[in-house]
């Protein structure tokens, strides 16, 4: 496939984390005149940009919950959710052909044949009768060129709303947020709309624009080494949680004994200070929770962990456990270890 100046790629897994391996393998292959059209959809997942940082963006504990699975994407941009019903689209190219009127032609032309309205909007959304059903996203280096989005087809909005507003907490963050807004899916303008409709525009269209264009189908394959390289990053908590730029996050609560402010200042998904603050009387249990917490990564059950291995004090043994049930309840991952497939 990367012998063909003008090709199509068509992904057939719906893993997530080697979707994007694919994608930024051929972004590193890209030949001098080449364009690809790279096409694939994830299952039950949730993309960040490059520099977000999930415990703002993402309901963790829902997702783990549903089997959903995060992963973080080498572009910029918002947070999106990726099921079967929502198709991805990936121009890759020598970053001297780059030309976003000449993508996005593709895209919506793709969509106008159907019949539906459809325009560019602001710096990223494509939209229909004012309601988004593409985000866009993109990278460039020396040589390449990256313009890759999604298109709503028939995707779960319920899920979507659910995995993607995240519950008011008091989070300090340098990362980028995504702005929410009103979104709906293509069939909901066309009745019957299937998904591999548009694939069947999106590669008309393609080489109407570009020309023709050899086919290549694409499944899951570990084998060159680069890209396995890439998918075990793109799995690993190191990526997917590790990168988030620095930020804070406050958890506030009254028990029976007393008040309780515990404040943690992240870097690289690991707690580099936490402070606890608290108008208990055993200011023993208060001082030795900042002292476990520090140091340790961010994450559910090793902070339910380390808690755990505390002492009760006598002067309140249960106000330890009252600490450990309602850090277990909030917006932190369990993340659990994450088996990859070799």
Not at 66 to 73: A, E
């Amino acid at each position: 496939m990367l012998n063909s100046r003008i090709a199509i790629i068509r992904s057939e897994t719906l893993d997530p984390w080697f979707n994007l391996a694919l994608e930024e393998y051929l972004f590193s292959k890209v030949a001098a005149g080449q364009v690809l059209l790279l096409l694939w959809q994830n299952e039950n997942t949730v993309v960040i940009g490059k520099h977000q940082n999930p415990w703002k963006e993402c309901r963790l504990p829902e997702m783990e919950r549903d089997g959903c699975k995060l992963t973080r994407r080498m572009s910029g941009g918002g947070a999106v959710f990726h099921d079967k019903g929502n198709l991805n689209f990936s121009f890759i190219m020598d970053r001297c052909l780059y030309n976003l009127e000449n993508q996005l032609n593709v895209i919506l032309e793709a969509i106008r044949t159907l019949g539906i309205k459809a325009e560019f909007s602001g710096r990223n959304d494509l939209i229909a009768h004012g309601k988004k059903f593409s985000g866009n996203a993109y990278r460039f280096d020396d040589r390449t060129a990256l313009h890759h989005g999604t298109l709503l087809v028939s995707a779960d909005l319920e899920k979507l709303s659910r995995y993607l507003t995240v519950p008011p907490q008091k989070i300090q963050s340098k990362g980028v947020d995504s702005v929410r807004s009103r979104v709906a899916n293509l069939g909901d303008f066309m009745d019957g709309l299937r998904l591999e409709t548009m694939v069947f525009n999106l590669k008309t269209q393609f080489r109407r624009q570009y020309g023709d264009a050899a086919e290549f189908m694409f499944d899951f394959d570990l084998s060159m080494p680069e890209l396995n390289e890439i998918y075990r990053r793109n799995a690993s908590w190191e990526w997917r949680y590790g990168e988030t730029p620095r930020f804070s996050i406050v958890f506030e609560q009254r028990f029976s004994w007393g008040n309780i402010e515990i404040q943690l200042k992240l870097e690289k998904g690991c707690i580099a200070n936490a402070t606890v603050y608290s108008d208990a009387m055993d200011m023993d249990l208060i001082e030795a929770i900042a002292q476990k917490l520090n140091s340790l990564s961010y994450r559910k059950a090793e902070l339910l962990s380390g808690l755990s291995s505390l002492e009760p004090t006598s002067t309140n043994p249960a106000a330890l456990q009252d600490v450990i049930r309602w850090l277990a309840k909030q917006n932190i991952p369990s993340e659990y270890e994450v088996s990859t497939q070799t």
